[in-house]
Every structure is written in C-alpha cells, then in structure tokens.
C-alpha cells in the first residue's frame, strides 16, 4: 500500500515568488492536513480538507493557501514568499480526519 | 502557534538504557500521539491513546494517557542505536478534526 507522497521532495525560491506544493494521500484516505515545520516553531498545523472542504484552518496567513480535488490530492500554495517561510512542509492523511494521521516526507522549502 | 510542553529536549543515553519522556497541556485531548521522525523524513506513529489512563506497547515502547487527560508519557525500554531520533508528543480533539497539536520534540541520542 503506497504511503503519502509529497513533490516535490526540495525546492529553492526567491522572496516574492510562489510556490504550489502537492500530497497525494494514502488511497481510501479522505482527509488531507498540512502542517509546516521549522526549527523554531516546530510543527504547526496550517490546514486540513476533507471531501474538496476545508474543514479546519491554522494560524496562517491569508498567503497560505490549499486546495482539494475529487481524487483527495491536495495543493497548497504559498504566494508572495518571505525568508520566514522556509520550513518542511508536511502532509498527513487520515481516514476520516478524527484519526491517526499519516505523514508523509515533507517538501523542504528554501527561500533566498 | 500552540504547543505541548514536551520533556526533557534532548537525552544522551548509552545503549541498553531506559528512556522516558512526557508531555503536559493546559488542554484537555481526547487523543494522544507518539510519533518519532529520522532525519530527511516525516514523522512515523509509533503509539496512538484513546482513553484516559490507557497504557499500551509497542514492542519495547510503552505509552500511557493521562487520567486527567492533559498529559502523557513514553517509556523506551532497553535503548538501541536504531531509536536515535526525534520524539514527537501530540494531541488530538474531536472537534478539530486532522489538527493535531504537536509537542517540541526530544531529540534522543545512544551511544553504543
């Protein structure tokens, strides 16, 4: 059974540009979150979608943003880049969301 | 962003030793997570805890759920090399959905 597979695996950007980052989640899973990781934060939780809604939203800025589609994939997108945004950004997917979340290996996000 | 208060940060032990770590809230979970993340990956469940004062094992890991709800702990038994690693405490709510509520991390070190 094929994990939770996020692409790309590295990216470099410069500060104003955007950035679209995509998770395909475990298959039957539903439930799609992004968390994002960085050393002095750690793991926040930035949003979740179920069925093509999002259902729960992080303390993000309005240039953090997610999408889902039919299939359960799932894009987020982060406009407008700072240097603050440079972290792992993660996805997980669960059965229904109230479970135990799935994590896959992250995207790492460099801003220059 | 919120945060569990996980405990000890970092942990140098020699192999064969026991280990334990907590994490406590101000908040009430109805789910607790352990998961450990390797370097370059995303976090793996190691133990999920449904109900107050639930104890369970996995292999030579036990992790119990607080009676009161806002703490649990994580005991490695007979440390090897291989669980060097990143601990991960997190919480789970019913109404949050996919939002789980990650604790700083301890970072664990073994030295053969």
């Known amino acids: 059974k094929a994990g939770v597979t996020q692409t790309p695996r590295y990216l470099i950007k410069t500060r104003g540009q955007q950035v679209t980052l995509s998770c395909s989640p475990i298959?039957?899973?539903?439930?799609v979150s992004w968390y994002q990781q960085t050393p002095g934060q750690g793991l926040q939780f930035l949003f979740e979608?179920?069925?093509?809604?999002?259902?729960n939203k992080g303390n993000f800025p309005g240039r953090f943003s997610g999408r889902q589609f039919s299939n359960s994939r799932s894009e987020m997108n982060v406009s407008t880049l700072e240097l603050g945004d440079s972290a792992l950004y993660l996805c997980?997917?669960?059965?229904?969301?109230?479970?135990?979340?799935?994590f896959g290996a992250g995207s790492r996000l460099t801003v220059l | 962003g919120q945060q569990l208060n996980q405990s000890p940060q970092s942990m140098f032990i020699q192999e064969g030793e026991d280990v334990s770590m907590n994490c406590t809230s101000s908040?009430?979970?109805?789910?607790w997570l352990w998961y450990k993340q390797d370097p370059g990956e995303g976090p793996v469940l190691l133990i999920a805890?449904?109900?107050?004062?639930e104890l369970t094992s996995n292999g030579r890991l036990t992790a119990q759920f607080g009676i009161t709800r806002k703490d649990s702990f994580l005991n490695i038994s007979a440390s090897i090399p291989s669980d060097v690693g990143i601990y991960f405490c997190?919480?789970?709510?019913?109404?949050?959905?996919?939002?789980?509520?990650f604790g700083q991390g301890t970072e664990l070190s073994v030295k053969p």
């Open positions: 997980a997917s669960g059965v229904s969301g109230a479970n135990v979340l799935t």
């Open positions: 298959s039957g899973h539903r439930s």
């Open positions: 979608y179920f069925s093509e809604t999002q259902r």
């Open positions: 908040s009430i979970f109805n789910t």
């Open positions: 805890l449904y109900k107050a004062g």
């Open positions: 997190a919480g789970q709510s019913y109404n949050q959905g996919g939002k789980l509520i």
